[in-house]
């Protein structure tokens, strides 16, 4: 298990751009996949980027392709999403999770065993 704290949310206007980072603590940070999944008010949790252990491979759902973007940092033990152009669309509270890497690039929802509390994005028109 690792703790996972996100920070960097905030309100911005439509087609702003915002960066999350999310710390990780406790062990082997660098062997888990790492992945962003967000939650709108009223639906349900949506995978939005997935990293591979090494940070090479990625993954992103076709909502956010072409204007999200994770990356990580296994030295500092984070995880970043960059985002950019963003829609009011992409509002939600959006969670940082880790899962094994033996899941990767799939992870479904259910393969992340740890999760942060959530950051706030809003995003107004």
């Known amino acids: 298990q690792v703790h996972l704290v996100e920070s960097g949310g905030g309100l911005v206007q439509a087609g702003g751009s915002l960066r999350l980072s999310c710390a990780a603590s406790?062990?082997?940070?660098?062997?888990?996949?790492m992945g962003w999944i967000r939650q709108a008010p009223g639906k349900e949790r949506e995978f939005v980027t997935a990293?591979?252990?090494?940070?090479?491979?990625?993954r992103y759902a076709d909502s956010v392709k072409g204007r999200f973007t994770i990356s990580r940092d296994n030295t500092k033990n984070t995880v970043y999403l960059q985002m950019s152009s963003l829609k009011p669309e992409d509002t939600a509270v959006y969670y940082c999770?880790?899962?094994?890497?033996?899941?990767?690039?799939?992870?479904?929802?259910?393969?992340?065993?740890?999760w942060g509390q959530g950051t706030q994005v809003t995003v107004s028109s």
């Open positions: 999770a880790a899962g094994p890497t033996s899941t990767f690039p799939t992870m479904s929802l259910a393969a992340f065993h740890s």
């Open positions: 406790g062990r082997a940070f660098s062997s888990y996949a």
């Open positions: 990293i591979g252990a090494f940070g090479i491979n990625t």
